[in-house]
């Protein structure tokens, strides 16, 4: 026995849709409004059907174009400004640099003036006992 697709009857088992929402990459909504700029009223309606797609979101789509490209023409020529937190930051950077070789500086007198202390007291500690007439 054969079965009814054998003859090029289509399956009744509907495809299960996407539970999300649709995501339309740029490329696709620009050639979608090429192409919806150049058709008749007939022309729009067969391919918003065709697409799966709204009025409103035509609407949409075009107002996004239109302030990117406002976007894109308000934008000044040349190099952005540089960020004035950047700058601060370099400053910063600078200064601990700096007070990270002082604090090295002060860290080598410290230890010498240590060591000079002890040979200080050293050298006093055996010339008392010189004086009081005691030899080494």
Do not use: C
């Amino acid at each position: 026995m054969a079965s009814t697709n054998d003859h090029g009857t289509p399956d009744p088992q509907v495809e299960p849709r996407s539970t999300g929402p649709r995501r339309y990459t740029a490329e696709y909504k620009a050639r979608i409004l090429a192409e919806y700029d150049t058709l008749d009223k007939q022309g729009k309606g067969a391919l918003l059907r065709r697409e799966g797609l709204y009025s409103s979101l035509i609407t949409n789509w075009r107002e996004q174009r239109d302030r990117g490209a406002k976007a894109a023409l308000a934008a000044s020529a040349g190099r952005p400004k540089a960020d004035p937190r950047d700058k601060e930051i370099a400053r910063l950077k600078a200064e601990n640099s700096r007070l990270e070789a002082e604090l090295g500086k002060a860290r080598t007198v410290i230890e010498v003036q240590g060591k000079l202390s002890a040979l200080l007291d050293q050298f006093a500690t055996d010339s008392a006992m010189t004086s009081n007439g005691e030899s080494k």
